[in-house]
């Protein structure tokens, strides 16, 4: 809520900053050194919030995914989540986790090649397995492996807009 109150893995992790606008903005990790530095990007730039996971797929739609990365095992195989932006308030979940037979675990670079596809402005990985869990209307969409560890965070989308109605009321 564009505070900083927490600079530690600044210099380890990419950043995913969200701006009062709802755009992802992403800075690589390193790029702000210091709380004072890391606040004075928040003031600028109207900063809400930030994840701190990363790597970084996609950044004004160029694709970036790196070769290794302090916080994710880039080159396993392993499942995966991305928070993605395509437009302004157009977002894209993309996971890459199932169970049984049509289990999806895979490298990031094959992960990006996937969202490359999506023709996304952002791209930002996020902790995969079951804290990938993506559910609509009570239900959940992508199966997960049951051995993951349960749920930690969440990033929940909602609408103003009433069922069956439009913008206008």
């Not at 109150?5 to 050194?33: M, Q, T, W």
């Not at 930030?50 to 392993?78: N, T």
Request: charged residues 25%; aromatic residues 8%.
């Amino acid at each position: 809520q564009g505070e900083v109150k927490h600079h530690s893995d600044y210099d380890l992790a990419d950043i995913c900053f969200i701006d009062r606008n709802g755009d992802l903005i992403l800075v690589p990790a390193g790029e702000l050194a210091t709380k004072e530095e890391a606040q004075a990007f928040v003031d600028s730039h109207n900063i809400d919030f930030s994840l701190a996971f990363g790597p970084i797929l996609v950044s004004d739609g160029v694709r970036c995914e790196p070769d290794s990365y302090y916080l994710g095992e880039v080159i396993d195989k392993y499942p995966r989540v991305a928070l993605c932006q395509k437009d302004k308030l157009h977002y894209v979940i993309v996971t890459a986790n199932a169970k049984g037979a049509h289990r999806s675990s895979i490298t990031i670079r094959t992960f990006a090649d996937r969202i490359e596809k999506l023709n996304c402005r952002q791209a930002y990985t996020l902790d995969g397995g079951r804290t990938g869990t993506v559910t609509m209307n009570g239900k959940v969409l992508n199966p997960i492996v049951s051995s993951e560890r349960w749920i930690s965070d969440i990033i929940y989308f909602a609408t103003a807009v009433p069922e069956g109605g439009d913008d206008n009321g």
